[in-house]
Nanobody
Framework: QVQLLVSGGGLVEAGGSLRLSCATS????????MGWFRQAPGEEREFVGV???????FYADSVKGRFTISRDNAKNTVTLQMNSLNPDDTAVYYC?????????????????WGRGTQVTVSS
């Protein structure tokens, strides 16, 4: 059974930091592209960043330089470190996975999804 368990999130003031984690099971983690997406109220879900199974991480322009994705293949976990948060980062954040090479950035490219976690940034 494939599971993506997302933890972290919460309420933080503007300028603060939060860390999200996504623990996977049921898949060969080292072969997964692990992506993060977010959905703000009234908006479509958007790409945040991806850690491909081989190669460098890739980020949306809106988070580049503030967010960092890291993965631990030994623990089957990917994390999203979010710094310098602002109210525009308020959204439900999702972890997603797909067994493929390359750098998937579209929601439709992902097969497996975790439950979202709320991130709220107050001004």
């Amino acid at each position: 059974q494939v599971q993506l368990l997302v933890s972290g999130g919460g309420l933080v003031e503007a300028g603060g930091s939060l860390r999200l984690s996504c623990a996977t099971s049921g898949l060969t983690f080292s072969l997964l592209a692990m992506g993060w997406f977010r959905q703000a109220p009234g908006e479509e879900r958007e790409f945040v960043g991806v850690s491909p199974w081989r190669g460098s991480t890739f980020y949306a322009d809106s988070v580049k330089g503030r967010f960092t994705i890291s993965r631990d293949n030994a623990k089957n976990t990917v994390t999203l470190q979010m710094n310098s948060l602002n109210p525009d980062d308020t959204a439900v954040y999702y972890c997603a996975a797909v067994l493929r090479s390359g750098v998937p950035v579209r929601e439709s490219e992902y097969i497996y999804w975790g439950r979202g976690t709320q991130v709220t940034v107050s001004s």
